[in-house]
């Protein structure tokens, strides 16, 4: 795969971005500097400059003397971000309740048919996206790039957790239900219940990841 000379520190960092997403590059594995150069047909400089900008997004970490690391996402890590992802989030619920339109909220209409679609029929890769779809859409509503941008970046490094909180038992009904009380206050022009529900809704989130881990924990244990 050979990259184009034009911004291509970037296209490298994009292209390592989506393999660690993608788990080919694994959770505290070393990117070996002079593998990737040969399999990217790059130079050392744009590859680290593309390092770099991973290191700056939370995806990497560097070592002195040793280079950088796929970063790992701990409990801890996920108990400190879920608190203030669920502030951002629900500030832009509080936000798009302010400012959605009747258009806005007939294509939000739309996006929740399909979300309980989804959840009736158990398709949960699915209920992912949709979830995704609406999330994306409330944030684009509330009309703030800074919060929009930190959000982005806190996604992240959820991302490289693999979260699957939807494997919890009960947990696609309950986040169907939260969704529709997020939307219920978002078409009352409700900006302060839809902030709460937002908030609800992640911090439960991080909740049923709780209850999923200890159970595979108590699966391992037995």
């Given at each position: 795969m050979r990259l184009v000379p034009s911004s291509l520190h970037q296209?490298?960092?994009?292209t390592l971005r989506e393999?660690?997403?993608a788990g080919q590059l694994a959770p505290g594995s070393f990117l070996d500097e002079l593998t990737l150069c040969e399999r990217l047909e790059i130079s050392r400089t744009?590859?680290?400059e593309a390092l770099?900008?991973?290191t700056a997004e939370g995806l990497l970490r560097h070592e002195p003397r040793r280079g950088c690391f796929v970063n790992e996402v701990t409990e801890q890590d996920l108990d400190d971000i879920f608190p203030v992802i669920a502030l951002l989030e629900g500030r832009c619920a509080y936000e798009a309740a302010r400012h959605a339109s009747d258009a806005d909220l007939a294509a939000l209409t739309t996006l929740h048919e399909r979300l309980a679609s989804?959840?009736?029929?158990?398709r949960v890769t699915?209920?992912?996206a949709a979830n995704l779809a609406i999330h994306e859409a409330i944030i684009l509503l509330a009309d703030n790039r800074w919060l929009a941008q930190v959000i982005a970046d806190?996604?992240?490094i959820l991302k490289l957790a693999r979260l699957?909180?939807?494997?919890?038992?009960?947990r696609l009904a309950q986040s169907l239900s939260e969704h529709m009380t997020v939307f219920a206050a978002l078409k009352s022009r409700d900006s302060e219940g839809a902030e709460a529900a937002m908030r609800t809704h992640l911090t439960r989130q991080r909740e049923a990841l709780k209850s999923l881990a200890r159970q595979q924990h108590s699966r391992v244990a037995s």
């Amino acid at each position: 795969m050979r990259l184009v000379p034009s911004s291509l520190h970037q296209q490298v960092a994009d292209t390592l971005r989506e393999q660690i997403f993608a788990g080919q590059l694994a959770p505290g594995s070393f990117l070996d500097e002079l593998t990737l150069c040969e399999r990217l047909e790059i130079s050392r400089t744009p590859l680290r400059e593309a390092l770099k900008v991973l290191t700056a997004e939370g995806l990497l970490r560097h070592e002195p003397r040793r280079g950088c690391f796929v970063n790992e996402v701990t409990e801890q890590d996920l108990d400190d971000i879920f608190p203030v992802i669920a502030l951002l989030e629900g500030r832009c619920a509080y936000e798009a309740a302010r400012h959605a339109s009747d258009a806005d909220l007939a294509a939000l209409t739309t996006l929740h048919e399909r979300l309980a679609s989804h959840a009736q029929a158990g398709r949960v890769t699915d209920y992912y996206a949709a979830n995704l779809a609406i999330h994306e859409a409330i944030i684009l509503l509330a009309d703030n790039r800074w919060l929009a941008q930190v959000i982005a970046d806190l996604r992240k490094i959820l991302k490289l957790a693999r979260l699957q909180s939807l494997q919890a038992p009960g947990r696609l009904a309950q986040s169907l239900s939260e969704h529709m009380t997020v939307f219920a206050a978002l078409k009352s022009r409700d900006s302060e219940g839809a902030e709460a529900a937002m908030r609800t809704h992640l911090t439960r989130q991080r909740e049923a990841l709780k209850s999923l881990a200890r159970q595979q924990h108590s699966r391992v244990a037995s």
